[in-house]
């Protein structure tokens, strides 16, 4: 059962463009929203996390915008850049549950020069 | 200075083989992950244990055994190995599971079974 949708599942943008890659939940119970960027060969790795009680936050070029009424999240990436050319996932979790992170199923995002 | 490392990087096998998959980090932290991630990427959690105990069981065959000698190691044993099976195995680990504590991951290490 997939707790986390993810869209779309491969973007292509050039670069200086902004890429938006959106997440949807159900569980109203979550309460820690991850990205996680991942390189080829290489594990995923944190790239910034919210919690629902902002609607944005923003570091350098990336900012997750949140939705708690709609359970929509997006990340925003600003003058895209080829090396930000990898694959993102979102994740969600009930922190201090038991409950691992569910991730989602990922997008591959490819910035062209 | 790798924080979680995993050892083999590559393995290849033939069905009906058991293998072992090791985790170490030296992070400090006292909970371990593993993840599967299958030929579309998609991420699954298999396995987490805090402080060397089980926390998280999910549905998962159980001819995949995980064993942790202490807060440090996660080691995953596979019996009897499925062409299924065949996939890229992420060690993860975090300081508990609250919101201030992301997992940190490996490297993975690709199975296949041929």
């Known amino acids: 059962q997939q707790q986390v949708k993810q869209s779309p599942q491969s973007l292509i943008v050039q670069k200086g463009g902004i890429s938006i890659i959106n997440c949807a939940y159900e569980?109203?119970?979550?309460?820690?929203f991850p990205w996680y960027q991942q390189f080829p060969g290489k594990g995923p790795a944190l790239l910034i996390a919210i919690r629902p009680d902002v609607s944005e936050k923003k570091e350098g070029r990336f900012t997750i915008s949140f939705n708690k009424s709609a359970k929509q999240f997006s990340l925003h990436i600003m003058d895209s850049q080829p090396g930000d050319s990898a694959t993102y996932f979102c994740a969600a979790r009930v922190t201090n549950s038991g409950y691992a992170l569910n991730f989602g199923k990922g997008t591959s995002l490819l910035v062209t020069p | 200075d790798t924080a979680v490392s995993q050892t083999p990087k590559y393995l290849v096998t033939q069905m009906g083989n058991d293998k072992s998959i090791k985790c170490e980090q030296n992070l400090g932290h006292d909970t371990m992950y593993w993840y599967k991630q299958d030929s579309k990427k998609f991420l699954k959690i298999m396995f987490s244990?805090?402080?060397?105990?089980?926390?998280i069981n999910e549905t998962v065959p159980n001819r995949f055994s995980p064993k942790s000698p202490d807060k440090a190691h996660l080691n995953l044993h596979i019996n009897s190995l499925e062409l299924g099976d065949s996939a890229v195995y992420f060690c993860?680990?975090?300081?508990?599971?609250?919101?201030?504590?992301?997992?940190?991951f490996g490297n993975g290490t690709r199975l296949t079974v041929t």
């Open positions: 993860a680990s975090s300081m508990g599971q609250g919101a201030g504590s992301p997992l940190h």
């Open positions: 244990y805090n402080n060397k105990e089980l926390i």
């Open positions: 569980n109203t119970a979550f309460d820690y």
